[in-house]
């Protein structure tokens, strides 16, 4: 595929310091254009840089985006995972905040600091590297503790790593003065989100999926008109959507009508209201859904408090978010008596704190019947940092704020918990998980010694540097996978464009041209000096497997795909299973994902099954890859310059002639 080449010139970089106030530091970072103008300037939005976020929010988002401040309090592991991806989405400027030092329990997470900050403001520290991700994004950071005169400033406020007192009063403010509040929170290995957006929150498109289409049969006319598509396509609507029609014969009233709310009656029926007034339907004719905007209430976590409404994130556990509710006041009071968290495996903390999480209970009327072993599991896992919680919770807690800003897409309403208990290792004690200044102490508080070791020598293979390639890299460098007799071996045979810097954010915009696998690698070394990382630019298959050998897959512990095809993820899913070794598969497709963990003979693996055939073609693919003929129909019924079936008479009745 060609290139623009004036796009992968690397561009001249011009910085700026300048003062948010006595105790703020602004770095601005402007990129000249070919014209001379600094693109900062320019109204428009880039398209060469936010081409694939733009196929998912569109035009509009984007531009509310683009209009929107954020602050966001508070820059360990998790503050800075939701500020690196809010500033990659666009935003018009970020503030963070933090009065914290670095210690070296940051380090296990916070991938922006260096041993070399240790002691320094983790705020100050950062800048710098955050503002090297998007030269579109003023960047700034303050020092000053957070004060309702200084959340006042902004759209969009997020509180991370702050205790409740001042998380009530902020979110008293913003929800008094129509800012949108976010709260999150990670501890070890729970983590939980809290969203309160105002009394009156518009969402315009609450999925953000393209408007269905199908065809209709028949339309009677009744009381209660019933609308019936034709067998071979479900309608796929639901109760309350609204739809409009057009090419309908007879019941011309109907073509461009004003939205009608429908009631689904079966797969391929349902009712519009009173028909009887209209005329005859004949034949034909095609139904389109109506996106409509909702108005969504929050309350104020003063409120949400004593009523929670959660989000549950996994099915399995469904009773354990409203236990973890408890759980995180139950860990506010003891740690504002304490002055700490509970201790872990401490058999006097993990007492006391079970007695805590009764408390509270009474204290805001829940009404619960406490589990006092999962209360007891969560004091032994609170402490410590795990870098994959917070970016989980993180990148949750920045499509928030994107929700804030856009008004697409319905937001979390209002908690959401999230914990990974599993992975703590069974009959770990007190000892096992003490603290010993260095960089992986968040992780041992966690995970205890042992398993920080285990990790250590563990060598994997990525396949693929592109955006979940640099996460996955990013996350098994601040783990510290292979840091003592392991590796990780990297492999992407792709060079950096323009377009890969709105969202792998290892690269920067003087890198487009280079090795990805090249450059990730030197990017995370940076972050944790102590990994051993080696990267590859050759592709998987049947034709590297001179390089990729039987001793090569047999010196593994597991392989991490990070692929864009499928037929590269079944190769790689076929040696796993041959050779017996984990496989971690994982994709994203606009604003939606999967993982799979595949254990040979254990689970399916990834081959095992087939997704079914998409009913509509995904609007990335079919503005910016179509690769089959379906594409350029789909385009062609789309778009805006499609021929009328007139116009398409006419060309082909000029193209027979001219053939004849």
Known sequence: MSRDNSELEPVTKKRRVEHFNDTTNDVEMQQSNGNGSTTATNGDIDESLYSRQLYVLGHEAMRKMAASSILICGLGGLG?????????????????????????????????????????????????????????????????????????????????????????????????????????????????????????????????????????????????????????????????????????????????????????????????????????????????????????????????????EVLPTDFAKFEQPYQHHICYLALSEFSKSAGRFPKPYNAEDGASFVRTCNEVNEKYSLGLEVNAKLCEEFANGCSGQLVGVQAFIGGSTAQEVMKACSGKFMPTKQWLYFDCAEVIPQGLKEADCEATETRYDGQVLCLGREMNDRIADQKWFVVGAGAIGCELLKNFAMMGVGHNKGMLTVTDMDTIERSNLNRQFLFRSWDVTKMKSDTACNAVKEMNPDINVTSHQNRVGPETEKVYTDSFFADLNGVANALDNVDARSYMDRRCVYYKLPLLESGTLGTKGNVQVVLPHITESYSSSQDPPEKTIPMCTLKNFPNAIEHTIQWLGTSSRGFSLKQQKIVTNSSRSRSS
């Open 80 to 308: 800075v995972e939701v500020a690196k991806d809010i500033i990659l989405g666009g935003v018009k400027s970020v503030t963070v905040q933090d009065t914290k030092l670095t210690s070296y329990q940051d380090l296990s997470s916070q991938f922006f600091l260096r041993e070399s900050d240790l002691g320094k403001n983790r705020a100050e520290a950062s800048l710098p590297r955050l503002v090297e991700l998007n030269e579109y994004v003023s960047t700034t950071c303050t020092t000053e503790a957070v004060t309702t005169d200084l959340v006042a400033k902004f759209s969009v406020v997020v509180l991370t790593d702050s205790d409740r007192d001042e998380q009530l009063v902020i979110g008293d403010f913003c929800h008094a003065n129509n800012i949108k509040f976010i709260c999150a929170n990670t501890n070890g290995v729970f983590g939980n989100i809290f969203c309160d957006f105002g009394e009156d929150f518009k969402v315009t498109d609450t999925n953000g999926e393209q408007a269905l289409s199908v065809m209709v049969s028949a339309v009677s006319k009744d009381s209660d008109g019933i609308v019936t598509c034709l067998d071979e396509k479900r309608h796929g609507f639901e109760d309350g959507d609204y739809v409009t029609f057009h090419e309908v014969g007879g019941m011309v009233e109907l073509n461009e009508c004003s939205p009608r709310k429908i009631e689904v009656k079966g797969p391929y029926t349902f009712s519009i209201g009173d028909t009887t007034s209209l005329s005859d339907y004949t034949r034909g004719g095609i139904v389109t859904q109506v996106k409509m905007p909702i108005s969504v209430h929050f309350k104020s976590m003063r409120d949400a408090l004593k009523d929670p």
